[in-house]
């Protein structure tokens, strides 16, 4: 197929040797009069085409394209090609849109796209249900006129997305919804709804489970531990070669009992979600009850007399104190000392039992810290510690008594006062646990405290 410009150049030249000729054997008005007809109705032709041109664009349907002749049968030839590839491609677009959402909506989340100002601009038929959305009349809206609800309002607009929020599902009060938002690009982001019903119930029925075992074994544990210790005491009632499994019994009892009373605070913590007590804690007079009680266990855990003891030091401003409920408090505190206690040894020649208790003042936030020179523990294992029964040395771990519930206590504890734990350690060296607290929870005392 010859170039359109060629073409042109070509009837041009034809038409202007013809018109030559009719100069030399005429005259040059009539080489004149013909040029310009001829040019005219080159013209008059365009004008008629670019008019059926522009009448297709008003309504450009694949069947109605014009045939064109001379120079627009290449241009009508084209645009039909052109045409044809574009309705392929949008036939290819729409079934990669189709399968898209066919997948979208196959996901049991739900899934929104929100603008640079969070206006919906897309979302799945579970994401309609779960959060009351409708996309055929809500596109483009903004999604807190929707939904209303202040957390969610609080959480959108605060960009730290990386925790989840907890919803109540807007069609059922007994629902829960966990929702995630993902920052992507061009301001836009992903809300992801999921539907957390069953497992909250699961969750629910576990710690209910967890809760009434643990009373119904109490009992009968403290009836077993009690005969075992009047045994044990009563004169000749166990002979000689039997009381060292009386002893053993006696111990395993007392390891269960203890196993049972973690468990029973556990299920307490997590049944309640209300607020802790706010009540102002003398922080001197809680470090000190913490320090005895661990300078307590270090005395238990080093009986042999020729053994060296623990070298416990606290480090506490004595004009910091917080907010918070007590009981629950001494608890974090005594197991992060009584568990760097349990696990620094203090026989060895090269290491001295270090324990150092530190109450600070740390980035305008309040900070109970204890670093130990214990045995230290492995990366790997430190963003499990504070899961249920997770042990790093199983055998170490009831040799020195523990009942692998304390860091979760802890860590529970510590999420009622808005508070995280943070773990730094190092193999062989020792490690720094810390509890940071919200600075809404500080009270400075004005007069110090003198020790």
Known sequence: MLDIRLKAGLLLGALSIICIFLWLISSTTTAL?????????????????????LYWFKKPALKDIPEGSGLWEDVFNALLK???????????LNSALERFNLTANAIPDGLVILGSVNEIEWCT????NQLGLDLNTDKNLPIVNLIRDSHFIAYLYSEAYSEPLKLRHCRNSEATLEIQIIQLASNQKLLISRDMTQLEKVDVMRRDFIANVSHELRTPLTVVGGFLETLSDMEGAVPEN??????????????????????????????????????EI?????????????????????????????????????????????????????NLVSNAIRYTPTNDATNSGEILISWQLKNDQPVFSVRDTGIGIEEKHIDRLTERFYRVDRSRS????????????VKHILIRHQAKL????????????SAVFPKARMVRKHAPIIR
């Open 33 to 53: 009069l013909v040029f310009s007809s001829s040019l005219l109705l080159y013209l008059m032709s365009h004008i008629f085409w670019l008019n059926k041109l």
């Open 125 to 128: 038929t579970n994401a309609e």
């Open 422 to 433: 943070e773990i730094t350690s190092e193999l062989g060296v020792g490690s720094t646990f």
């Open 242 to 279: 039997l009381k060292s499994y009386f002893a053993m019994m006696q111990e395993q009892t007392g390891r269960m009992r203890r196993i049972i009373e973690d468990l029973l605070t556990l299920s307490t913590i997590e049944n309640n979600a209300g607020n802790p007590n706010n009540s």
């Open 82 to 92: 052109y045409e044809r590839n574009n309705n392929l491609n949008q036939i290819k």
């Open 398 to 409: 009831r040799e020195t008594g523990g009942t692998g519930l304390g860091l979760s206590i």
């Open 282 to 334: 003398d922080m001197h007079s809680l470090l000190e009850m913490v320090c005895n009680d661990a300078l307590g266990l270090s005395q238990g855990l080093n009986q042999d007399v020729k053994q060296a003891k623990h070298h416990i030091h606290l480090d506490a401003d004595s004009t910091l104190n917080l907010r918070g409920a007590i009981d629950e408090l001494r608890s974090v505190f005594s």
